[in-house]
């Protein structure tokens, strides 16, 4: 009788240790979540705006990246911004959409010591103060 009820804790034991461990969330599940949530968050703020801000919402530095801020980047006579690493792709396909028109002029205004920071949870360039109160929206 004593074993069976040995077995019977050390069986409950084991199904509660499983059942505990798989609910436990990886760091990367959690950064996960809370971007959603960030970004949740940013799209209820600009629901009044036909753009969005959405591809700037971070939760480390990693997230962010430089890319070129409108049709011209800063190697081509303009400037550069930080968004998310996420949205690399769909950024550039909006701006080649938008620029398949635009002529740059090959002037190379690039600060390479401008680094890509998130700051209150916003992809910006690091000391760029032009950068931290403009916003480019995309659609």
């Known amino acids: 009788m004593k074993s069976n009820s040995m077995f019977i804790f050390v069986v409950i034991g084991v199904i509660l240790l499983v059942v505990l461990t798989s609910c436990e969330k990886t760091p990367e599940q959690l950064k996960k979540e809370k971007l959603q949530e960030l970004r949740k968050e940013a799209q209820k703020q600009t629901q009044i705006r036909l753009n969005n801000t959405e591809h700037l919402v971070c939760i480390e530095d990693s997230d ?9 980047g800063c190697n081509s006579g303009g400037r550069s ?3 998310h690493r996420d949205y690399i792709s769909y950024y550039e396909d909006v701006m080649n959409q ?24 916003k992809c910006v360039l690091e000391n760029d103060e032009l950068a931290k109160k403009e916003v480019i929206e995309i659609k």
């Open 98 to 121: 938008e620029c398949k028109e635009i002529f740059c002029t090959q002037v190379y205004l690039c600060d390479d010591n401008i680094q890509p920071k998130c700051v209150n949870n």
């Open 81 to 83: 911004t930080s968004i």
């Open 64 to 72: 962010c990246t430089r890319v070129r801020k409108g049709c011209c």
